[in-house]
């Protein structure tokens, strides 16, 4: 049974596998605001049904765009992710389920990731002729480094809950059922003198390195093709 908290943002289109299109990601950005004019200390992220907490990209809705549409559509919902770090409050995912693809770069730009010890990592990017484009990668190699970053981008396997953890992709693995409530555990401990916004102006970079590959491969042979077979 899901507890009642009011500052859960839930992933809701299950006919989508939880996919992030960009009205998805403005309706999160609106949240996110909504709860720092409230001043609260933070907010979570998370599936309303915890078989998959986030498949990535929309692919059905990406097909129809050109290029440019496409590289537009991503570079939205980017930005949309990159200003996570700079919001003056506490951002968890509390991943129970998949987190596939973008999924992965969604949890990626938050401040702290919970898992359920079922839940899966999976950088399937690579899978569809891409690298990360939401500004995953240089996240990726900030948490884990960059052999164990490359060795998941081009194995595209699956990622336990215990590997990511030991590795450093997530921070806490709770039990399923208390999964939202330890991960707003989390956020009432933030106690902290210093204010949240200062501690992440403190921790964070804002790097924008890896935009230029991500837009030379979204619809190029290899992506076009994968794409197409994902659809047969």
């Known amino acids: 049974m899901i507890p009642i908290m009011t500052d859960i943002f839930f992933l809701d289109r299950p006919e989508k596998a939880n996919a ?68 003056p409050i506490l951002i968890i995912a509390a991943v129970n389920g998949l987190a596939l693809g973008g999924g992965c770069e969604l949890a990626l730009a938050c401040d702290l990731i919970t898992t359920s010890p079922g839940s899966r990592f999976s950088f399937r ?60 555990r989390l956020i009432d401990q933030a106690n902290s003198a210093v204010s949240i916004r200062v501690l992440k102006n403190l921790v964070y970079g804002h790097s924008k390195k890896e935009d230029a590959v991500f837009n030379s491969l979204w619809m190029g042979p290899a992506h076009k093709t994968l794409l197409q077979q994902f659809f047969e």
């Open 20 to 87: 992030l299109d960009l009205a998805t990601a403005v309706s999160l950005q609106e949240f996110i605001r909504k709860a720092v004019k409230r001043k609260q200390k933070g907010i979570i992220i998370a599936a309303k049904e915890p078989r998959i907490f986030c498949a990535g990209g929309d692919l059905q809705s990406y097909r129809k765009l050109s290029k440019a549409q496409g590289i537009t559509q991503n570079k939205k919902i980017r930005l949309i992710l990159e200003q996570f770090s700079k919001e």
């Open 125 to 184: 990017q690579t899978a569809m002729g891409l690298t990360p484009g939401w500004g995953g990668l240089k996240r990726l190699l900030s948490r884990v480094g960059p052999h164990r970053s490359l060795e998941w981008l081009a194995s595209h396997r699956d990622i336990s809950a215990a590997e990511a953890l030991r590795h450093g992709l997530s921070d806490f693995i709770f039990p399923a059922r208390q999964l939202l409530t330890e991960s707003q």
